[in-house]
């Protein structure tokens, strides 16, 4: 036998050789002097036996002999590291649980959902050292490196999210925050289409252990609200049959109802009116998987914008643009004229005659900025000087210009694009922000907040501009309305699970599982988010998340893909503690025997 196949450092064996001297010293030691004594003889001889026996002797002197040659043996075993072969799986230490925190794992299978039951059977995972890494669009690890009882407790604390899943990158966590001898246990359903079999085979590569542990039962009979869209105060959805046979559900919106048959792997659409101030679209029966059987409509209180138009030389490309926006009601009116702030929401001053404009006409404006509402002056060759804090300008004359720049990235000119006017109100801005100016510096697009309301200048003179004949023209237009009133499009209040909210600095949200106070915060449940005055809804909306019907792992591993689980490797396991504990334990035995004949 190969010592190698015994011993993990066989040149511990040369600790052997100190039984040499042991072994030399007993043959040079001395025989000692006998001396007879006449008065133990007749002792003896009346006895009919002698003293003393030389055999029984000589075993006496050779047994503490024995018994040191023994402690050496294994002393000298226990530094050449003795092992025995062990399957790997007892030998590991440190575990890296990823757990799917995605959407999908609220599929009910038995009357508990998916993620119930990797919870636990995460549990019975744990080792000396755990960590904890939740598998969601952004994975967390929620603890690393803890033992049992706080690994216990971080899995007691995680809970499922409505947000896609991003599994590849949880198990690339999980493998830079494991020790070389951890093992990666991953619970999941595996709906992920993610290539996350390549983050599986990159860990193993580094010499993880990486087991898979699939939890995918439920969802066959899963029907889906997959898409919203918005076009004004309407809503059309998206309804999937993921199921293999044919179905029947009924979709309500407040007092709306309709009825839908989808045969297996129909997708159906049906339009819909947001009643003020939202309600949940809600699909009857439901399924096992409910995550996407409702979505969460927000919609302001008051539908209608009321948009007044100021003009003297009425400006057919801006009043169709704003006539055609579905939530506005347009007013066209020329002064001189009597104006009442309070019946509208937003004012736009366009080719207002100087002589004519009244002052209680711009008193208006300021009255409605006041309100919380907006006032919009677009560019003119004469730009009345009634106007006065209205206008964010300070006009110097009429000039030409090849060339603008964006100098701002805002909602309102996002992904729009100005043409450079043949001609333009040149100045500089008394106030507000310039998001889009000529080359000279003279705003063509600004903004300003004037209290709890909004004033947009619109640098285009009219005639002058070719922007009207741009199919973003209307689209803008739309944008500086709802800016100015104040309001959040349908699309804007709206959003799928794992889209962000950034704030200009804390701000406290009220979501479905409390409240927190944050700069960002991740829309991660389903239901109603509230930010000051504004109520957004947050639906799953997900065709892959709500593919939640999972292929199991054992076909992927026949047709090519990654085993559940690794054949089971032997690894040594030293027992140098059994080689010296017997050591240690023969030295006491030597001592005892050493002070029994009276040497100690």
């Known amino acids: 036998m190969v010592l190698s196949d015994v011993f993990l450092a066989p040149l511990g064996l040369v600790a052997l050789l100190t039984v040499v001297p042991l072994v030399v010293l007993y043959l040079v030691k001395p025989e000692p002097e006998r001396v007879e004594l006449p008065t133990l003889q007749f002792l003896t001889e009346q006895l009919g036996q002698s003293a003393s026996s030389p055999l029984l002797e000589r ?9 040191q040659l023994v402690a050496l043996v294994l002393l000298a075993t226990s530094l050449a590291t003795p092992y025995i072969t062990v399957s790997e799986e007892t030998t590991v230490e440190e575990t890296v649980l990823v757990v799917d925190g995605s959407g999908s794992m609220t599929a009910v299978d038995g009357g508990t959902t998916r993620f119930s039951q990797a919870i636990s059977a995460a549990e019975n995972e744990i080792t000396g050292t755990t960590s904890v890494v939740l598998a969601t669009g952004e994975p967390r690890v929620t603890a690393r490196a803890v033992p049992p009882d706080e ?16 599994l590849r990158t949880a198990i690339s966590t999980a493998s830079s925050i494991a020790g070389e001898e951890a093992q990666i246990v991953v619970l999941s359903d595996f709906a992920d289409e993610s290539d996350w079999p390549d983050a599986v085979q990159s860990a193993r590569a580094q010499g993880l252990r990486v087991e898979l542990r699939q939890f995918a039962g439920g969802g066959e009979d899963n029907v889906g609200l997959i898409d919203a869209r918005f076009s004004g105060r309407e809503v059309t959805v998206s309804v999937k049959n993921y199921g293999d046979r044919q179905v029947q559900r009924t979709l309500s919106l407040g007092n709306q109802q309709t009825d839908l048959t989808l045969a297996a792997g129909d997708v159906a659409t049906r339009t819909f009116t947001v009643p003020a101030g939202g309600a949940p679209l809600e699909m009857t029966p439901r399924d096992s998987f409910p995550l996407d059987d409702t979505v969460y409509l927000a919609a302001p209180q008051d539908a209608t914008i009321d948009v007044l138009l100021l003009t003297n030389d009425r400006n057919r490309f801006l009043a169709t643009a704003l006539s055609v926006i579905p939530e506005v009601e347009l007013t066209v009116d020329d002064p001189p004229t009597t104006v009442d702030s309070d019946d509208y929401d937003v004012i736009v001053y366009s080719n207002v005659e100087p002589s004519r404009l009244l002052q209680g006409n711009v008193e208006a404006g300021r009255d409605l900025l006041e309100e919380g509402g907006g006032v919009a002056i677009q560019a003119q060759p004469n730009l009345p000087e009634r106007y006065g804090d209205l206008s964010l300008v300070e006009p110097s004359g009429v000039a030409q210009t090849p060339s603008i720049r964006r100098t701002a990235d805002d909602p309102l000119v996002r992904d729009i694009t100005f043409s450079p006017p043949e001609a333009y109100v040149a100045g500089p801005l008394t106030d507000g922000r310039s998001l889009v100016q000529t080359g000279d510096g003279s705003p063509l697009i600004a903004t300003a907040d004037r209290g709890s309301g909004r004033i947009l200048y619109y640098g285009y003179i009219e005639q002058s501009s070719s922007f009207k004949f741009n199919f973003q023209y209307p689209v803008f237009w739309k944008r500086a309305v709802f800016y100015l009133a104040g309001r959040d499009t349908l699309p804007e209040l709206n959003r799928a699970a794992g889209d962000r909210l950034q ?48 292929t199991p792992l054992e076909e992927r591993a026949d047709e090519g893909g990654v085993p559940a689980r690794e054949e089971s490797r032997l690894v040594p396991q030293p027992v140098t503690e059994f080689f010296a504990g017997a050591a240690l334990l023969v030295t006491l035995v030597e001592l005892a025997y050493l002070r029994r004949r009276g040497d100690l």
Do not use: K, M, W
Request: without cysteine; aromatic residues 4%; proline residues 3%.
């Open 59 to 67: 075993l006496l002197r050779s047994l503490l002999l024995l018994v």
């Open 503 to 550: 704030f200009d600095a804390e701000t406290t949200v009220e979501t479905p599982g409390g409240v927190v106070t944050e700069t960002a915060i991740t829309l991660d449940r389903t239901g109603y988010y509230r930010v000051g005055s504004r109520r957004i809804g947050v639906s799953l909306l997900s065709e892959p998340e709500s593919a939640v019907a999972a």
């Open 151 to 166: 690994a216990t407790a971080a899995l007691d604390e995680l809970s499922v999210t409505a947000a896609n899943g991003n």
